[in-house]
């Protein structure tokens, strides 16, 4: 265990970045889960973590957290995923893919809802509402950008293009709860940070900050309440985002001939 006021990393693009990732796996169990949100959290330190005490420089901050962590949200390919699942596909692997997913995010939720999970892993001074908020928030965000990746790769329409562009693609796409739309010009990461898709983000990430403040109640049951609005939330983006892709893949296979 990491003891009270240790710092693993500098807080580097690649290292919080890897911390993330880490937190988007489907089978942490809840002491890895709690170390290594400890970890994100002190990885905040010299990031301006000040402005997350600011709610509108928060959301601000919490949107260029997000815009340099996706894009290395790793996003597995469809025959990765059917090893992975043991070769199930389809319907089936997308289900799958929504449960553990909306199970991950609830179990974020279950930690970052209460300071009392983290206090041995992360430096006290950092335990603040608006810190531990933020890094749930960021991390649910990862969870979500993956499996909405993980669902084109599944219905057969996978998001083209390299990292920076996938990401724009995908944070478009969470920002709408719609599948990528890929008849959208691309442009690099400049289109989350300059145009009407940065304030989409910002607002969607405004109603999740705002949602995840039920947390700060008591601790058993704020951990509670932000478990179950996590769980909700992800599989409803899930089925948004399913019921988007199977007319997207109606569409692209065209009708079929005559019998």
């Known amino acids: 265990m990491v003891e009270a006021g240790a710092v693993e990393g500098t807080g580097t693009v690649e290292e919080l970045s890897g911390t993330v990732v880490e937190l988007t796996a489907d089978d942490l169990e809840p002491a890895q889960r709690k170390r290594l949100i400890g970890r994100m959290i002190n990885q905040f330190r010299g990031r301006g973590v000040g402005e997350l005490f600011k709610p509108r420089a928060a959301i601000r901050w919490m949107a260029d957290v997000i815009g340099d962590i996706a894009p290395h949200v790793p996003i597995r390919d469809l025959e990765t995923l059917r090893r992975h699942y043991g070769g199930i596909e389809g319907e089936v692997l997308a289900e799958r893919l929504v449960r553990n997913a909306s199970r991950t995010t ?154």
């Open 106 to 259: 609830a179990g974020i939720g279950a930690t970052g809802g209460s300071v009392g999970a983290i206090q041995w892993v992360a430096t006290p001074t950092l335990l603040s509402a608006p810190v531990l908020l933020a890094a749930e928030t960021i991390a649910v965000v990862a969870v979500e950008v993956k499996l909405i990746g993980e669902l084109h790769e599944v219905y057969g329409v996978p998001v083209a293009g390299g990292g920076a562009e996938r990401a724009v693609a995908l944070l478009q796409a969470w920002s709408s709860g719609r599948g990528v739309n890929p008849l959208l010009p691309g442009g690099g990461m400049a289109a989350i940070l300059g145009t009407a898709a940065r304030k989409e983000l910002r607002d969607m990430l405004l109603r999740r900050f705002g949602r995840n403040l039920t947390t700060l109640g008591p601790m058993l049951t704020g951990a509670a309440v932000a478990s179950l609005l996590n769980r909700r939330a992800t599989r409803s983006l899930g089925d948004r985002i399913r019921d988007d892709l199977r007319g997207e893949r109606k569409a692209l296979d065209g009708p079929r001939p005559p019998a």
